[in-house]
Nanobody, 121 residues
Framework: QVQLVESGGGLVQPGGSLRLSCAASGSVASINAMGWYRQAPGNQRDLVATITRSGWTNYADSVKGRFTISRDNAKNTIYLQMSSLKPEDTAVYYC???????????????WGQGTQVTVSS
């Protein structure tokens, strides 16, 4: 069984910073891309940023220049450094990983339980 555990969410004032972490644990054989998505109340879940195993990154236009995704392959962990936060960044942030539990198994998407980020004064 595989678990993605997020941490680092919370309440921050506009202009502030937060760092999210997501660690994959359990029967993980290998991981392709990992990423962060977010969902505000009443909205669909949207991509925030993704990173491949080799370090290629992709960002939503709304967070470019403010958020930075990084990855530690040895720890099966990704991070999201969020700066210059805005009220519209308020959402539940979900970690995603495309992984497999064995070399004979297909790659599948796994999701974390989500962590709340609230940007408010």
């Amino acid at each position: 069984q595989v678990q993605l555990v997020e941490s680092g969410g919370g309440l921050v004032q506009p202009g502030g910073s937060l760092r999210l972490s997501c660690a994959a644990s359990g029967s993980v054989a290998s991981i392709n891309a990992m990423g962060w998505y977010r969902q505000a109340p009443g909205n669909q879940r949207d991509l925030v940023a993704t990173i491949t195993r080799s370090g290629w990154t992709n960002y939503a236009d709304s967070v470019k220049g403010r958020f930075t995704i990084s990855r530690d392959n040895a720890k099966n962990t990704i991070y999201l450094q969020m700066s210059s936060l805005k009220p519209e960044d308020t959402a539940v942030y979900y970690c995603n990983a495309n992984l497999r539990i064995g070399t004979t198994f297909p790659f599948e998407d796994a999701w974390g339980q989500g962590t709340q980020v609230t940007v408010s004064s």
